[in-house]
C-alpha cells in the first residue's frame, strides 16, 4: 500500500488545527472527515472487496454447465480489515462453490420449476443490535437436503438412529470435519465439502457462523432453503455512514 506524504501532511495539520479549537462540534466534524478521509487506506471497502470474491463464480458456473449466477451485493458504509478481506476470501471459495454444485440448479431444471435459468445469489452486509457485523449469504436454489444430511449424520454416528432433532439442528451438520453429501468426486466440492474449513477460519478470527433455515415448517422436508449466516466481531469492521451535513470544518 502506498500512502501520499502530502496525504500524511494535510491530516498533521489538521490535527494542528484542532489543537486550537474550543468548539467542540468543530473539533468532532473536522475529526469526523479526517476519519472518512484515512479509515479506505486501513480498511478496505466491503462492497468492493465482496465483489471481488464473487469474480470466480462465472468461471466455476461454466466448469459445471451452469449459468453464471446473478450476485446482488448490499453492504453500504462498510469498510472490512484487511485480516477480515483475506480471512473471507478462503471463506467465500467453499460457500460458492456448494452453492453452484449443490445449490443452483441447471438453466434446464430451473426452467422446469418455473424459476429464471440464471440463478441468484443474495449478499448482505449489515450491523446487528450488538454491533458485529451480520454477513447473510443466500442462494435462489433448490436448498438444503436435509434428509440426506440427516441419514449421512447417521451413517457416520454422528447422530444416534431414531434421534428427534430439530431440523435447523440436523443443518448445522454440515459444519462437521469432511461432511458432503456429494455422490461423486469432482473439482466443484459438494454440499458440506469445505464447510468444517469455513467455521474454523471463522472461529480463529472471532466470528461465528451458523445455518439458518428460512421456513417455519419444523417437518423434515427434502429440500429447505436457508441462509449462510456469518457474525463478524466490531474489531474487525467499521460503520463510516455518509457524512451529516452542518458540520463544521476546524478553522
Known amino acids: ?28 466534524g473536522s475529526l469526523f472527515r479526517m476519519k472518512q478521509r484515512i479509515l479506505p487506506l486501513a480498511y478496505r471497502d466491503a462492497a468492493q472487496v465482496l465483489g471481488g470474491l464473487c469474480e470466480p463464480a462465472s468461471k466455476l458456473a ?22 477480515c478481506a483475506d480471512m473471507l476470501r ?15 440448479e441447471t438453466a434446464s431444471e430451473r426452467t422446469m420449476k418455473n424459476k429464471p435459468a440464471q440463478g441468484l445469489i443474495r449478499i448482505s452486509a449489515t450491523p446487528d443490535a450488538a454491533g458485529w457485523l451480520a454477513l447473510a449469504i443466500r442462494d435462489d436454489g433448490r436448498g438444503l437436503a436435509l434428509q440426506m444430511i440427516q441419514q449421512i449424520a447417521v451413517n ?19 459444519f462437521e ?5 456429494s455422490s461423486g468426486v469432482n473439482e466443484i466440492s459438494g454440499r458440506g465439502m469445505g464447510m468444517d474449513a469455513v467455521r474454523r477460519l471463522l472461529l480463529q478470527s472471532g466470528a461465528q457462523v451458523e445455518i439458518i433455515l428460512e421456513t417455519k415448517n419444523q417437518d423434515l ?17 467499521r460503520l463510516l455512514p455518509a457524512l451529516k451535513t452542518g458540520m463544521p470544518e476546524a478553522s
Open 1 to 28: 500500500m502506498e500512502i501520499r506524504i502530502a496525504d500524511l501532511e494535510r491530516e498533521v495539520h489538521v490535527i494542528e488545527k484542532l489543537e486550537k479549537v474550543d468548539d467542540l462540534g468543530a473539533v468532532r
Open 62 to 83: 461454466r466448469d459445471i454447465g451452469k449459468e453464471p449466477p446473478d450476485i446482488r451485493i448490499e453492504a453500504s458504509d462498510i469498510f472490512l480489515s484487511h485480516g
Open 90 to 104: 478462503h471463506v467465500f471459495v467453499h460457500i460458492l462453490r456448494n452453492a453452484l454444485d449443490h445449490g443452483i
Open 156 to 174: 457416520r454416528g454422528l447422530l444416534p438412529p431414531d434421534t428427534i432433532v430439530t431440523p435447523q439442528k440436523i443443518a448445522q451438520y454440515i
Open 177 to 181: 470435519s469432511g461432511f458432503s453429501t
Open 221 to 237: 422436508q427434502p429440500f429447505v432453503p436457508f441462509v449462510f449466516h456469518i457474525r463478524i466481531p466490531p474489531h474487525l469492521y
